[in-house]
């Protein structure tokens, strides 16, 4: 590693790319995925778990998440370098991630918010389509402090502090289940989509229709959109990541589904520490037009992803710490 590299992952507000991991990423929505007999009967038993939005202020979305959308926080962590994986991006920095939901990470699908220190902002693209929640509380919330709703396409929108839609149903938020319905990806070819989802990764279709598929590994966890656009994906500098649980024992299936395929494997089997947490292991895959998809060992996550008393206290701690926060 050249020297300025080593530097840059001890000084604060040094962001490195690594150039080697933005060109693992070609071209995919015109492959063919084939599998042999074998894998092409194999079963993965996943569950959805997170989507990874990259942000700029903690405080605005700390705002936005906890006082607009009415989360809260699962966990809140603090790393002193870049992640193996690239959780935080392809940047060598100081980072944290910030796990918020409506619920424990065991039972609802949650926002995984990556703060780069220093990084005010992130160039948007279009791969993100939305997210989708049932709460008309939350509209109730957004009017009463007069945070800006759209409409788009019939929908009521609300948008982060980055640009980041959230499509809000106004019914009332359930209590037994989680508010969040799915995550809309978009797709530059939804037919490469499905052979990628469904027949590699072994998604369920829920439903189909000409423009937007949708699947799940359980009806009961939050369901993946994709949705046909005609214009070229781009995956900017904002781009996010999707991940599931899935049993250990199915990584390495999952590993071989994807090498026959001739598929993308952006970062291969890898253990990741937190300190004084549980050790998960990983793979890091990309769809046909660059999604990145993380699976990580359930066994591993479920001990990782307990519900800290202190998160909120803790998120709300470093926030007043950074020394790159904007002050009001």
Same mark, same amino acid.
């Given at each position: 590693m050249q020297l300025n590299n080593l530097l840059s992952a001890f000084h604060l507000g040094?962001?490195?790319?690594?150039?080697?991991?933005?060109?693992?990423?070609?071209?995919?929505?015109?492959?063919? %995925?084939?599998?042999n007999n074998d894998m092409a009967s194999a079963t993965i038993h996943g569950r959805a778990l997170h989507y990874v939005l990259k942000i700029g202020n903690r405080e605005k979305n700390a705002f936005f998440f906890r006082e607009i959308l009415g989360m809260q926080v699962d966990r809140h962590e603090e790393f002193k370098e870049g992640c193996d994986a690239q959780c935080n991006g392809p940047y060598d920095n100081r980072w944290s991630k910030t796990m918020i939901g409506y619920g424990p990470e065991s039972s609802h699908f949650v926002i995984e918010l990556t703060y780069n220190y220093g990084v005010k902002n992130y160039e948007l693209g279009n791969d993100l389509g939305g997210i989708t929640i049932k709460s008309k509380e939350t509209l109730?919330?957004?009017? /009463?402090?007069?945070?800006?709703?759209?409409?788009?396409?019939?929908?009521?929108?609300?948008? /982060?502090p980055d640009g980041y839609?959230?499509?809000?149903?106004?019914?009332?938020?359930?209590?037994?289940?989680?508010?969040?319905? /799915?995550?809309?990806?978009?797709?530059?070819?939804?037919?490469? /989509?499905?052979? %990628?989802?469904?027949?590699?990764?072994?998604?369920?279709?829920?439903n189909e229709c000409p423009n937007t598929i949708t699947l799940?590994?359980?009806?009961?966890?939050?369901?993946?959109?994709?949705?046909?656009?005609s214009v070229p994906l781009n995956r900017a500098k904002a781009y996010g990541r999707i991940a599931f649980a899935v049993p250990l024992n199915e990584q390495p299936v999952i590993d071989t589904i994807i090498r026959e395929a001739n598929g993308t494997i952006l970062t291969p089997l890898i253990t990741l520490d937190t300190p004084g947490k549980a050790t998960v292991r990983v793979i890091i895959l990309a769809d046909p037009d660059g999604h990145e998809?993380?699976?990580?060992?359930?066994?591993g996550f479920s001990e990782l992803s307990q519900v800290e008393e202190d998160g909120d206290r803790n998120l709300t701690k470093f926030i007043k710490k950074d020394p790159f926060q904007d002050k009001d």
């Open positions: 040094r962001h490195v790319l690594k150039q080697s991991y933005l060109t693992r990423i070609p071209l995919l929505n015109k492959r063919k %995925y084939y599998c109730e919330r957004a009017r /009463s402090k007069n945070y800006p709703i759209l409409q788009e396409e019939g929908q009521q929108v609300l948008t /982060s839609k959230f499509f809000i149903i106004e019914e009332p938020q359930p209590r037994d289940t989680d508010p969040v319905l /799915s995550v809309t990806l978009n797709s530059t070819n939804i037919a490469a /989509s499905k052979e %990628y989802w469904h027949g590699l990764l072994k998604m369920k279709v829920l799940s590994y359980n009806e009961k966890n939050a369901a993946l959109i994709l949705k046909q656009i998809i993380c699976f990580v060992d359930e066994e």
